[in-house]
T-cell receptor
Framework: AQKITQTQPGMFVQEKEAVTLDCTYD???????LFWYKQPSSGEMIFLIY??????QNATEGRYSLNFQKARKSANLVISASQLGDSAMYFC??????????????FGKGTTLSVSS | DVKVTQSSRYLVKRTGEKVFLECVQD?????MFWYRQDPGLGLRLIYF???????EKGDIPEGYSVSREKKERFSLILESASTNQTSMYLC????????????FGPGTRLTVL
């Protein structure tokens, strides 16, 4: 079974609009971390935002916020006021047992976001 | 800033060749990772290492091996390259700890003919 599910292969949005990229996850652990990365066409992976499973507040970083709904096991990324430079592929990722040395991130398949003027 | 470098951005090899992909990080991170990225499949973990000379298999280790002789360097080895190993290979590193994100290298796009 997939650990991280991103159901939207592609999303299209106009500049200055807000957009939500969906992510659901599957884990039986109580302690885990959720991450979002951006990958522009140049290929580099850029870390955007982190949410810990015990964090009570939704994480925010500038125009990015994470809508964390623990009971639903969802961790949607919200981008406010989209910009042309936001066009990229976005990956949701999870780390289980975060206190264990060497645990790797598990990634979803990604969502391609296209922002038009 | 953390810097993760990979030896090549683009590489073309022939079937059956032994291929080395090198990754170096400059932040003294204990943990290092190799992923491959394919369209529609996202990033899949090949191997990771949490210390020098230590390695763990990821989800798709078949056809690959790794070497970590020094803390800053993590090598991915394709013993006998095959066409189905044509892919983008991404190296990452991070410090231990719950909150630490993984820092990625620029990737190596490998084509096996």
């Amino acid at each position: 079974a997939q650990k991280i599910t991103q159901t939207q292969p592609g999303m299209f949005v106009q500049e200055k609009e807000a957009v939500t990229l969906d992510c659901t996850y599957d884990t039986s652990d109580q302690s885990y971390g959720l991450f979002w990365y951006k990958q522009p066409s140049s290929g580099e992976m850029i870390f955007l935002i982190y949410q810990g499973s015990y964090d009570e507040q939704n994480a925010t970083e500038g125009r990015y916020s994470l809508n964390f709904q623990k009971a639903r096991k969802s961790a949607n990324l919200v981008i406010s006021a989209s910009q042309l430079g936001d066009s990229a592929m976005y990956f949701c990722a999870m780390r289980e047992l975060p206190n264990q040395a060497g645990t790797a991130l598990i990634f979803g398949k990604g969502t391609t976001l296209s922002v038009s003027s | 800033d953390v810097k993760v470098t990979q030896s090549s951005r683009y590489l073309v090899k022939r079937t059956g060749e032994k291929v080395f992909l090198e990754c170096v990080q400059d932040m003294d991170h204990e943990n290092m990772f190799w992923y491959r990225q394919d369209p529609g499949l996202g990033l899949r973990l090949i191997y990771f290492s949490y210390d020098v000379k230590m390695k763990e298999k990821g989800d798709i280790p078949e056809g690959y091996s790794v070497s970590r002789e020094k803390k800053e360097r993590f090598s991915l080895i394709l013993e006998s390259a095959s066409t189905n190993q044509t892919s983008m290979y991404l190296c990452a590193s991070r410090a231990p700890g719950q909150y630490n994100e993984q820092f990625f290298g620029p990737g190596t796009r490998l084509t096996v003919l």
